[in-house]
């Protein structure tokens, strides 16, 4: 083939269908290129990982006896109707969960180590009730430690007491033990169809029970007209 770009070299380049190849490789590795930031290396992961868990358990005996996973937090329902069968935990107990659990108001919650979320408000009685239930087991576990020991000896007991109970407590203590969330459900078991089961039509007494549902309040407010009429007209 003669050299060059010629028309013949070019026809005989191209095999298939395909975008001519324009690719770029340049990686700008130096400190000093144009575009600076584009390749980021982690050279220091193993000298992380031994700050991160110094670091956990310098906070473990600084906050002891609280417990390093931090607050205790209730248990909710997911968002939207594709996740509401699931739960998880929540950002903080309502007020209405911290006074039927005992507790005088949110301040003394909050010092006990339960999240409080004053914006949240209760659905369902039985939210309610695991989320109370969940609160009246902590305070029967709950072991409040005076502020401050009468003698130098009993505060250097203390202390080193502390340090060692801080050091165990931060091994792998991401939940507060007892009160961690089960968030997978138990599977039910296979069983047969009943006769009921069966003969129905699942499609069509979903969707008159959703009819139903949208019709509550004008059944209930005609039912109230009926009433007053009947008073009315008694008169």
Same mark, same amino acid.
């Given at each position: 083939?003669?050299?060059?770009?010629?028309?013949?070299?070019?026809?005989?380049?191209?095999?298939?269908?395909?975008?001519?190849?324009?690719?770029?490789?340049?990686? +700008?590795?130096? *400190?000093?290129?144009?575009?600076?930031?584009?390749?980021?290396?982690?050279?220091?992961?193993?000298?992380?990982?031994?700050?991160?868990?110094?670091?956990?358990? %310098?906070?473990?005996?600084?906050?002891?006896?609280?417990?390093?996973?931090g607050q205790l937090r209730p248990i909710v329902q997911c968002c939207t109707q594709r996740y509401n069968i699931k739960v998880r935990e929540g950002r903080g107990f309502t007020l209405q969960e911290i006074k039927a659990a005992g507790f005088p108001n949110k301040q003394t919650a909050?010092?006990?180590?339960?999240?409080?979320?004053? +914006?949240?408000?209760?659905?369902?009685?039985?939210?309610? %009730?695991?989320?109370?239930?969940?609160?009246?087991?902590?305070?029967?576990?709950?072991?409040?430690?005076?502020?401050?020991?009468?003698?130098?000896?009993?505060?250097?007991?203390?202390?080193?007491?502390?340090?060692?109970?801080?050091?165990?407590?931060?091994?792998?203590?991401?939940?507060? *033990?007892?009160?961690?969330?089960?968030?997978?459900?138990?599977?039910? %078991?296979?069983?047969?169809?009943?006769?009921?089961?069966?003969?129905?039509?699942?499609?069509?007494?979903? +969707?008159?029970? +959703?009819?139903?549902?949208?019709?509550?309040?004008?059944?209930?407010?005609?039912?109230?007209?009926?009433?007053?009429?009947?008073?009315?007209?008694?008169?």
């Amino acid at each position: 083939l003669p050299y060059g770009n010629t028309p013949e070299n070019n026809k005989c380049s191209m095999v298939k269908n395909i975008p001519i190849p324009n690719n770029h490789f340049h990686k +700008r590795w130096a *400190p000093n290129a144009s575009h600076k930031g584009h390749i980021k290396t982690f050279f220091n992961q193993p000298a992380k990982k031994k700050s991160r868990r110094l670091a956990r358990a %310098a906070k473990a005996k600084a906050i002891f006896p609280k417990p390093v996973s931090g607050q205790l937090r209730p248990i909710v329902q997911c968002c939207t109707q594709r996740y509401n069968i699931k739960v998880r935990e929540g950002r903080g107990f309502t007020l209405q969960e911290i006074k039927a659990a005992g507790f005088p108001n949110k301040q003394t919650a909050r010092s006990l180590g339960v999240a409080v979320d004053h +914006r949240r408000v209760n659905k369902s009685e039985e939210g309610l %009730a695991r989320n109370v239930d969940r609160l009246k087991a902590y305070k029967s576990k709950l072991i409040v430690y005076p502020l401050r020991a009468k003698s130098k000896k009993a505060r250097a007991e203390a202390r080193t007491k502390r340090a060692s109970e801080a050091i165990q407590q931060s091994k792998g203590a991401r939940y507060i *033990p007892g009160f961690r969330i089960a968030t997978t459900r138990a599977a039910e %078991a296979p069983r047969t169809l009943t006769e009921q089961e069966k003969s129905r039509k699942t499609y069509g007494f979903l +969707r008159y029970a +959703r009819r139903n549902l949208s019709f509550v309040g004008i059944r209930i407010q005609r039912q109230q007209r009926k009433e007053e009429k009947k008073k009315n007209s008694a008169k």
